[in-house]
């Protein structure tokens, strides 16, 4: 047997928000145009009410914890603990978004490992402007579902904080670790 594990079956709602992200990425549905109606996406689909709004339900809780996450970063620029504790609550929602419990598990116990390394990289000048930034265009690409573009961001993103890491910190005791990205799994 060459199987790799049990055959995972996705329930009814997560295929339609797959193939409503998917036609979102195809750009059949353009982000901010309005989506079809519960009842065209029913007949579409051929699936019940229920599968949709579950779906609709889903699709706009995982964004809708990024875009909180992302405004309590802007928000919170002037403050290192409010920034941080948001800018944790971004990479979660994005791991939760991925329904992949072995990314979410991996990122909730590496949480405070993260805390501590944010404190770093929050009081280098210009750094959370610039992640702030990188996330907004993360959220866009996970929204308009295109995740090619978003895994990419998203490799941009810690490859530059990495970056502006070992730029400070140079001076200091050289460590060899594995790159941010890699180690993530990105």
Partial sequence: MTGSGPVVRKK???????????????RRLRPGNALPT?????????????SVREALRMLNEDLGRMLTALQEMHDGLDSEERYIDADVRF?????????N????????????LFHRALSSVYHIPGSPQTSLAQHRLILDA??????????????????????DIERTFAD????RYPPLAEALGV
Avoid: F, N
């Fill in 172 to 175: 200091g005791p050289e460590h």
């Fill in 12 to 26: 009814t709602y997560e295929l339609v928000a797959d193939r409503l992200t998917a036609e979102i990425g195809e």
């Fill in 91 to 99: 990479h979660l929602a994005i791991a939760a978004a991925t329904k």
């Fill in 38 to 50: 519960e009842r065209q996406l029913t007949q579409e689909y051929r699936v019940g009410r229920s």
């Fill in 101 to 112: 419990r072995c990314a979410l598990h991996m990122m909730q116990a590496l949480r405070k």
């Fill in 142 to 163: 996970i929204a308009a579902g295109r995740p090619q573009e978003a895994r990419r961001r998203m490799q941009e993103h810690l490859t530059r904080v990495e970056g």
